[in-house]
């Protein structure tokens, strides 16, 4: 999915990589799912935060990964980092190409797109690819920036040393519990040329920021913001406690408008209102408004196809 504010000039690209997690109902983890089973697009639960990204002005490529992490290991059977560098490499190009007047996603998007440096951010597995990432893309899209929730990563892996790094640890995860400040210390008496920081966000689980994963209850405050969803009173099981953390809930307050988006109210310009395309949608269809306080504007869905490289 690409996420792009209407009318923008060269909006900065971010690309947002979902975490690892059964793509089918029934907790299975196949592709295709099979029969008796719904299919789960765990990145279309990211399609929020790429609607609010946009609406500061950032051009959002956001795509399905979930055939990708089926496999346990990153290494075994196939190679998933090599796999996630040939697929999203792949779209950044096609945005890339598209931003140039060469090809699209259904619309015009030359001059919109700006896809010389790239920004990640990344949850869970897909904290593995940032080294890797960052490595290959140093000369046709360099990676200025680094968010990475829950991350996965190992104390091996590098912290790349000249790119901003934030990680955020949810308060009650209790899948990588203290794996990411145990990394991000590891790394912190080398020699940097960027920051390196992590910071602890209290009351939310592992995957309670993607919005395919069904709620722990259906008291769960679903779309209150366009912000991070607000956790909801669980019953604190040990499934439960792994998704989506327990304990007295903590509200998470959008963020504050953006200073090259003073208008907090009313209509949103026409210049951020955010056109979204479905690198994996058959047939055009509308997404859900987007609920904002004061904010009227409405996401355009729009359809390019099948997209072979985004499977």
């Given at each position: 999915?690409?996420?792009?504010?209407?009318?923008?000039?060269?909006?900065?690209?971010?690309?947002?990589?979902?975490l690892r997690m059964p793509g089918c109902t029934g907790d299975v983890l196949a592709y295709p799912c099979p029969r008796g089973t719904r299919e789960l697009r765990l990145d279309r639960g990211m399609t929020y935060l790429g609607v609010d990204l946009a609406r500061q002005g950032y051009a959002v490529l956001n795509p399905d990964l979930s055939p990708l992490w089926i496999a346990p290991?990153?290494?075994?059977?196939?190679?998933?980092?090599?796999?996630?560098?040939?697929?999203?490499?792949?779209l950044r190009d096609r945005v890339a190409a598209a931003g140039?007047?060469?090809?699209?996603?259904?619309?015009?998007?030359?001059?919109?797109v700006d896809a010389s440096r790239s920004a990640l951010v990344v949850h869970s597995r897909s904290s593995y690819v940032v080294g890797?990432?960052?490595?290959?893309?140093?000369?046709?899209?360099?990676?200025?920036?680094?968010?990475?929730?829950?991350?996965?990563?190992?104390?091996?892996?590098?912290?790349?040393?000249d790119v901003p790094y934030l990680v955020a640890l949810g308060g009650a995860d209790g899948d990588v519990n203290s794996t990411p400040s145990q990394w991000v210390s590891k790394h912190l008496g080398a020699a940097r040329r960027s920051m390196l920081a992590v910071a602890t966000v209290p009351g939310l689980g592992?995957?309670?920021?993607?919005?395919?994963?069904?709620?722990?209850?259906?008291?769960?405050a679903r779309g209150a913001t366009s912000a991070a969803p607000t956790p909801a009173r669980t019953r604190?099981?040990?499934?439960?406690?792994?998704?989506?953390?327990?304990g007295r809930p903590t509200a998470v307050r959008p963020p504050r408008p953006h200073?090259?988006?003073?208008?907090?109210?009313?209509?949103?310009?026409?210049s951020r209102r955010p056109w979204v395309a479905a690198a994996r949608v058959g047939?055009?269809?509308?997404?859900?408004?987007?609920?904002?306080?004061?904010?009227?504007a409405r996401p355009e869905v729009a359809a390019s196809g099948p997209s072979a490289a985004a499977r």
């Amino acid at each position: 999915m690409l996420v792009v504010p209407d009318r923008a000039r060269k909006a900065p690209l971010v690309v947002v990589s979902h975490l690892r997690m059964p793509g089918c109902t029934g907790d299975v983890l196949a592709y295709p799912c099979p029969r008796g089973t719904r299919e789960l697009r765990l990145d279309r639960g990211m399609t929020y935060l790429g609607v609010d990204l946009a609406r500061q002005g950032y051009a959002v490529l956001n795509p399905d990964l979930s055939p990708l992490w089926i496999a346990p290991e990153t290494a075994t059977p196939y190679d998933q980092i090599a796999g996630w560098q040939k697929i999203v490499g792949g779209l950044r190009d096609r945005v890339a190409a598209a931003g140039r007047g060469r090809g699209g996603f259904g619309v015009n998007l030359t001059g919109r797109v700006d896809a010389s440096r790239s920004a990640l951010v990344v949850h869970s597995r897909s904290s593995y690819v940032v080294g890797p990432a960052v490595r290959a893309w140093r000369r046709t899209s360099p990676v200025v920036s680094v968010f990475a929730y829950g991350p996965a990563s190992t104390a091996e892996d590098p912290a790349p040393p000249d790119v901003p790094y934030l990680v955020a640890l949810g308060g009650a995860d209790g899948d990588v519990n203290s794996t990411p400040s145990q990394w991000v210390s590891k790394h912190l008496g080398a020699a940097r040329r960027s920051m390196l920081a992590v910071a602890t966000v209290p009351g939310l689980g592992h995957s309670y920021v993607n919005r395919t994963l069904p709620a722990p209850d259906s008291t769960t405050a679903r779309g209150a913001t366009s912000a991070a969803p607000t956790p909801a009173r669980t019953r604190c099981s040990s499934r439960t406690r792994r998704a989506h953390g327990c304990g007295r809930p903590t509200a998470v307050r959008p963020p504050r408008p953006h200073p090259s988006a003073p208008y907090p109210c009313g209509p949103t310009p026409r210049s951020r209102r955010p056109w979204v395309a479905a690198a994996r949608v058959g047939s055009p269809r509308r997404a859900p408004r987007a609920r904002r306080r004061c904010t009227t504007a409405r996401p355009e869905v729009a359809a390019s196809g099948p997209s072979a490289a985004a499977r």
